[in-house]
């Protein structure tokens, strides 16, 4: 199984970015997708999450209305629409994959990526 982020960079505030996620080695539209980050100095926080078919998806109170997920199941990929990013969205970037429901628990998601990071400058 691989899973591969990419698209972070340098931003400024009030900027966008969007990243992506692709998947290999698994059936990638029975797996719901998780999106993560570590800022430094910080543990793992959930960003946002999407089930495997789309129908559902869970952010966190901080990326609400900024951040939107989705997918693209017949390209095995994922992104992660980010508006409006502040200098507190800074942090390297995970993508992550489990079966059964959306969670917000990084331990109940088995496959990870290698992350992207994102800095967002004021």
């Known amino acids: 199984v691989q899973l591969q982020a990419f698209g972070g960079g340098l931003v400024q505030a009030w900027g966008f970015l969007r990243l992506s996620c692709a998947a290999s080695?698994?059936?990638?539209?029975?797996?719901?997708m998780g999106w993560f980050r570590q800022a430094p100095g910080k543990e793992r926080e959930f960003v946002a999450a999407?089930?495997?078919?789309?129908?559902?998806?869970i952010y966190a109170d901080s990326v609400k209305g900024r951040f939107t997920i989705s997918r693209d199941n017949a390209k095995n990929t994922a992104f992660l629409q980010m508006n409006n990013l502040k200098p507190e969205d800074t942090a390297v970037y995970y993508c992550?994959?489990?079966?059964?429901?959306?969670?917000?628990?990084?331990?109940?998601?088995?496959?990870w990526g290698q992350g992207t990071k994102i800095t967002v400058s004021s």
């Open positions: 992550a994959l489990k079966c059964g429901p959306v969670t917000t628990t990084p331990g109940t998601y088995p496959y």
């Open positions: 999407i089930s495997s078919t789309g129908s559902r998806t």
């Open positions: 080695g698994l059936a990638f539209s029975s797996y719901t």
